[in-house]
């Protein structure tokens, strides 16, 4: 009866009574059991903020929950399937498209329904709908603060490497990578598009 | 008297006037004098969007219009001066601020006087006001799309790396690289900074 | 009684619990039954992207879960209607009026009952309702980006060919179509307009 | 002495300046002498609206004034370059690149001096500057209109046909058609962009 | 039981349920029936939509609902009220205030209960918050780009014509007319407001 | 000399400096000379605000001044060209274009130079740029008030009226008329669009 | 089990199913019984405009239900608790602070449970949360145009007797006042703030 | 000669120099000229912020430097001139008509040619132009504030003491005073307008 | 049952019914019980203004219900928690985040369950997310208003001070301090962030 | 002749005149001549952003040209005139009124004649115009994040402490310090205002 019950929530507070139900040890269980190599994460793991979610797709809350109950790392699911994990990280919040191959080894790693994940993950991505601009999260307002600081500086240079079109933003793929030396971490972002110069016509 | 009448004009039309007075061969050079090292362009050289300079410090037009008649590239100046071309080229926009150093570099390449380029690039830089966001310009925009389609992204990834905090834009560089394949060229930028984790207080 | 509760949900989620309840296959079918001339595709079909519906007529959540169900194609549906699959797209979200013989091919080719077609098809569209602009999404960006890039080039050319006045974007009607060559496949975009010169008054 | 004067105005004013003291006969020219083929236009050929200048390269009013001193068309000017006249427009407002012998092309049948032109015409376009969003322009905003409300249309009908990606509108084309019937005049225009799917990584 | 299952949709899909339930025969009627005279219409009659409901108060689906299921004319409603069409459609988007007499007259052409519709339209309208501006619809539009593109203009006629003031649009009245010639169909939409001059103090 | 250091002001100064040394006597003639038919106004006639001259064309401090020297009223000279008064305010606020009759006559009724006027008014209209929206000043804001608060009646009515389509603002005519009663004065602004239905494609 | 219903409805949409079942007789009551002093109001009372609850706190449809059932006006209401008409009005939309007694007071006059609403009532206000600005409604509009067109001459005026500093907006009050002449009815509002001088530092 | 020049300046950098060679006492002459009954003031009186000239008609830098070199109140030129001093500094501000006698009054009061005067002075004013919303300047804001506060309020008050309408801020007066009690002063500002009742049509 | 009809509701319904249901005696106990150490307030604590609930994360609700049962000001949880009351603040409005520890002392301090504290907090704060800017309360407008103003000069002083560079609001903390005398109450914010001069690359 | 000439210098390009004429060695001398103890500055001193000046009083530019003449910080500056340095470079930036005693004090310091300054200075502030908001600069940037990430926390507790009521940005003082400790150094901002609680009305 719990569960007919639970079905006459709203999508949106259905997660919320997931996570209120069935609690999670994820912060705790990120730092005793470091030795599951899977889903170890120095760091607790990303999980959904839930506020997001009217503007997500449903497909969202379903693979945060999942991986949530999995206390899994973006990291160890790319591997899995054999992305990128800001690829990874990106097709969970609704911005880029799995492949067939993608969906399969998302339900295998994530113990997800694998028709139900089809059914979700099936339609084309409606970009760009996540976040506002300006960006009021500091973690990602930094980086629009790079666009615009360097913005001008940056189209000089390329345009000086490459001549007068565009790095493309399709054609295209990034990762992040950590380096420590001995003043700190530093992260650092690769972004690496396809040369596109305009048609001449 | 020409100098005199040239002082009638405001500082805006007065490198128009410098431009039109005397026309560098700014394209053609590039296509005709590749060993020259210094100068050497595969791509005409960027040069200053003349409608831009009422939101650029005077440093700005001063710096442009030495790269264009010297026709030389934010590559060759960077070597010189001994930074990265992206950060000679924000320097131009006034987004940067010059060293001594820096300013007698600049000044040596581009055959300004020292003292005058002391004096303009003496402050501390107003960044941000060359670019409204979101930028109209293809080629900013790319960069800022990848921040609005990525932006969830990177933030989880971000986060599962290396716990609550940001990628720091201020202790952080950058640069721009080319790489070339069969399927064309392809351009790569890469940003680093230092991690800074939340205090705790 | 699973049913008497799924009423008890909310329009919106009432689309999402469908969803989840009856997966369709549709990409699976998209690559294994290419024989079916109706539902034939080459990309997997278009769906809604439920994050849209509080902006939506009831008539595009219906519309696009049968279109789903029956994994067929904007361009099959068009075909069947006897009007362009642009006019048909925007048709299911609510951005273009259905006359009474659309509503009865549609309920025929999608197997949705007439009367609740009419009924939900009945109104007058609230057009531009669907898009906040500047659009997020890169595929829609591109067109506003041309517009904004080239609009004044347009209307100067515009107005060379035809004196002062506008292309009527009411007595309209636009079309795509895909071309490939050696160097891959070309959307072309084709807008057709009635030249409404000014009134002299 | 006059010329001395005259550079003692704006850039601005000089054109308006130069407007006074010689007026064109634009229109009547382009009453009387059809016969003329290079510079005969059934309508009034475009001029540049002096309130964008600010917002505009210094090469914009340099091209307008000589073309509308010559009364020439973008058609009859683009057929002398061997470009379309959208290109030929936009190029005019500074939205496009000019090549080498373009602008030789261009110095000939404006009768501009070369090098000053070469020099206006050296840089990389700020494309975007010379329109805000919305368009107020009613020939403008007609277009913008056509991507508010077919947006989604547009959006669906090409993910169906090319899969996940976009249109370019860098590697990119348009032309404007004029087609007559007993309905009276309708404008065709045509955009035709290579398609780029997302990179999978 | 079906009825008490209604009650437990929200306000909203309420509406939609009853759509959806009980589908009027708008369209179809408005074909049919031109014999009728009070609910005759040669186009369909205009309906709500759904997607304006969370921005409208209450009344609003209650007596569009009503209409639907009147298949009744603005026109025919606002003749047995005795008031203008265009009031009586303001009215039902709660953008103007219902006389209890008006509430009464109400109550008889659309067989509302009179309580029901007295409590909903006792309030002072909360004016304007049915449009967001610039508004997207394109018939809304052209009516804003009349007053965007000829608000200077009706403003220094109105000076010339009246002095320095306003006219009213409190003090105000307003009403469509079809007007018809061989070229087609003409609206003629006419405002009329009480001049206010400035008072001197 | 002096003719050329004023050459050596902008071209807005100029407008000012011309205001200032030549002081029209516009209010108080209006008083003292109403037999005058051409010129006659009951209240003083519309000039240029001189703050809004960045953003109108050169022709409209060249028509406003030449008004405001012969004192006459839009009306006076909506009569002698053959035009509506508010055609004749928009064309001299640039928002309308003028054909070479009207050039004609607008230089005999307000004595200025044809040619000059000519070469001033040759362009096709930057229509729209004369005013931000939401209008500021309280005489717009009524009528951007009135599409605000009745833009959906306007609508519900129109299709009702009309069918599924627009009222055109290109294909359209409008006039200002005073009625006076015993309440005072009425402004009465009609607006007649041709009325366009959507196209089935 | 209409309880047991009712609670399976939104708050939102709670207030709503209140209203509709429960209709009360604002209008008709406040023509007829004019004689009862404390609900006397020669206008109908203000209730509240439903679409506005998302932006309010619980304890407003709890306040303006109360105030709709027993047909009070602001006036009497304030008069009982001892507060201005205003500030009570204010304290309705939860942009005042009641205190305990002003609480014991409205449970008196409104027939609530006193323990319910200080606890609805118990936090600090979230102030200007219930309106938009610009505002859309024109009642509203008036007092910010106010401000729009006269807030230069205010600050003038204000420092010429007062000097540097502002009209505090918390330390301050405000009444409506209503007067009557032969002209007709005149609003007066007065707002009276404490001069708070500029700190030197 | 230095005439000559000064016509070289732009108009605003023109009363920029008038300042700098002719600074006036203002400040200095408030605190010892108490004696002369005219120009005394408690506080320096209020003079023009240069930056905002560009928004302003001429007219206010003319009164403006006028009324700095008498060093008069704007409570003292509104005594000589029969007016309220609000009133008189939107006058100033360009946000209120002139009368022929109040040109007369201004031209006595602060030595200003009347000619020049009525010239500048002769047009309609451009409401609204000198103030962006919201405003930044705290002695401004504070009155948006209230309005953003209290517009609710303000309006339920309203309407229950005058039913649906608006108070007129055209036919409208305001006023500030001054009052001082033990804890300080107080500034009282009060506005009056004609009520509107809405027309019913 | 009771508990499963309100599983039914909405999370945000949910709060509000938790609040009518039970309410608690926040202002009396403030003012009833101060003689008990830790949940003494001077003033009535802060509670969660519900309107904000759809913008915060679930452990928002959750911790402010707990706190306004126990009625507890921050100051009393912080010092059980060992950290600074703005950060604890902070934390309820789901702007920073909760170590493992934080959250045990939480779960004691305001008898909550601690795995469901867990839960709720274990993700990466979404911040600044509760505040559209510019802020419309007052309160918090004061600060945007100091940044307003003092920025330029802020920065000026800052780089004085340090050199090029920023303070960090990461590496961050701040604090609110009372301060009383004679003149009555005063605020002292302390903002303490870590210099971080910008890299050269 | 130099001096009438650099008069026809618009008052912008007056100011870069002098910089590039006699550049001063601001940064050089900040290097070399620590021992002048007035002049002393580890860092550069801050001066003028010259793109700027179109929105700061000209009291602005005189300032800052002296201040960078003699090479002085703001420290510096404020110890003479016994004001806090934040104060003083809100006065230089127009922010701030100065009163007749830091006028002269301002005069000595940087050596500007006495009546000019008065004259510059003898306004009201036009306060809030040097910012636009959001920041972009980094630097102010951080500060409005602080209040966005903050600003409900704030909120909060200060309610606790204070009760309902805002800090006072009027009756307000604040300033800067530096401190030092082995991680590096850290800027400490301290903003204190009177507590102002809401009248009770």
């Not at 607790?44 to 997500?56: G, K, S, V, W």
């Not at 690829?87 to 880029?96: H, N, T, V």
């Not at 603060?145 to 360097?150: F, G, S, T």
């Not at 933003?169 to 972002?189: C, L, P, V």
Request: glycine content about 4%; hydrophobic content about 40%.
């Amino acid at each position: 009866m719990a569960f007919n019950l639970r079905l006459a929530l709203s999508a949106k507070s259905a997660s919320r009574a997931f996570v209120s139900v069935r609690p999670t040890a994820a912060f705790t269980a990120s730092r005793c059991f470091h030795s599951t190599p899977v889903t170890m994460a120095q760091h607790p793991i990303a999980t959904l903020n839930e506020e997001l979610i009217p503007r997500l797709p449903p497909s969202s809350p379903t693979l945060f929950e999942a991986k949530k109950k999995k206390n899994i790392s973006f990291e160890a699911i790319a591997k899995h399937v054999g992305r990128d994990e800001v690829a990874i990280a990106a097709l969970f919040y609704g911005q880029a498209m799995a492949s067939p191959e993608d969906i399969q080894k998302l339900s295998e790693v994530l113990d997800i329904d694998a028709g139900m994940l089809e059914s979700q993950l099936s339609g084309f991505p409606n970009r760009g709908s996540t976040l506002d601009m300006p960006p009021k999260d500091p973690t990602i307002y930094r980086l629009y603060e790079i666009v615009q600081n360097y913005g001008q500086a940056y189209k000089a240079v390329l345009h000086e490497k490459f001549g007068d079109g565009i790095m493309s933003a399709i054609s295209f793929s990034t990762k992040i990578e950590k380096e420590t030396d001995d003043k700190g971490d530093w992260a650092k972002i690769t972004m690496r598009g396809k040369w596109l110069p305009y048609s001449r016509f």
